[in-house]
C-alpha cells in the first residue's frame, strides 16, 4: 500500500519534517522531528492520523531535536538511525550550544536500523538503505509501492549533503548515493532533509556532484 505524507519545514534551518501516514489505518510515522513541536502536532492534528511512531534519518539537531518532545507527548517508540551516529545523538546538548538552539537533552532511539531493515506504517512498509557519508551513521526510508524516499542529508536538489562534519567522507557519500540510492529507480520522488523534492533520475542526469562537474 502506497504511503501519503505531508512535509512541515522546521527550525531556523527549514528542515523538511514529514508525516507519512497509511489512509486505510490512519496510522503515521513523523521523519526527522527537528523542533517546532507545536507546529508539527498541529498538522499531525489536522490530518486526523495517529502517530505510533518517529523515525530518524541521523542524528544532527536540526533532524532530531524535537524528538524527546514529540516521543514523550505522544508516548511512541523512536526508531533509527544507524547505530553509528550514537555520537551525534548523545552531543546534542553541545549541537543546540553551537548552533544556539534550545536545549536538547541526549537520548539513545528503541531501535537501531540497519541495511535491508523494514519498518511499517500502518498497512504500508518502508524499505531501510544504509547510506554514510553525510553522518556515519545516516539512513534512507524508502516507499517502494509508493515509489517515495526520504533521503535527509544524503542528496538534495542539485546538491548533496556536507561532509565537514565529525565522521563525514565526501568519497563515502559519493559511494553510496551510487551504488545504494539510485538503483532505487529513476522515477522515485525524494524528500530531502532541505529544499525542494525531486527525482533521482533528474538527479542522476543533471546533478553536478553526480556527473563529475565537480
Known amino acids: 500500500m502506497a504511503l501519503h505524507y505531508e512535509i512541515v519545514p522546521v527550525t531556523a534551518f527549514q528542515q523538511n519534517c514529514s508525516i507519512i501516514w497509511c489512509d486505510k489505518t490512519k496510522q503515521?510515522?513523523?521523519?526527522?522531528?527537528?523542533?517546532?513541536?507545536?507546529?508539527?502536532?498541529?498538522m499531525i492534528h489536522a490530518l486526523d492520523v495517529t502517530v505510533t511512531k518517529i523515525l530518524l534519518t541521523h542524528g544532527h539537531l536540526d533532524h532530531v531535536g524535537g524528538t524527546v518532545e514529540l516521543a514523550k507527548a505522544l508516548d511512541i517508540p523512536v526508531i533509527g538511525p544507524h547505530k553509528e551516529d550514537a555520537f551525534w545523538l548523545q552531543a546534542l546538548p553541545a549541537q543546540a550550544q553551537m548552533f544556539g538552539f534550545a536545549h536538547a537533552e541526549p537520548f539513545e532511539p528503541d531501535q537501531w536500523l540497519e541495511q535491508g531493515d523494514t519498518v511499517t506504517v500502518g498497512e504500508g512498509q518502508l524499505s531501510v538503505l544504509f547510506t554514510p557519508g553525510h553522518t556515519p551513521g545516516h539512513i534512507v526510508f524508502v516507499d517502494e509501492?509508493?515509489?517515495t524516499a526520504w533521503v535527509g542529508d544524503v542528496l538534495f536538489n542539485g546538491g548533496i549533503g556536507?561532509?565537514?562534519f565529525p565522521k563525514g567522507d565526501h568519497a563515502t557519500l559519493i559511494k553510496a548515493i551510487k551504488n545504494t540510492l539510485l538503483p532505487v529507480g529513476d522515477d522515485v520522488t525524494f524528500i530531502p532533509g532541505h529544499g525542494p523534492t525531486s527525482t533521482l533520475g533528474h538527479e542522476r542526469q543533471t546533478n553536478p556532484f553526480l556527473t563529475g562537474a565537480f
Open 28 to 42: 503515521a510515522a513523523v521523519v526527522d522531528p527537528g523542533g517546532d513541536i507545536a507546529k508539527v502536532r498541529q
Open 145 to 147: 509501492q509508493g515509489r
Open 162 to 164: 556536507r561532509t565537514d
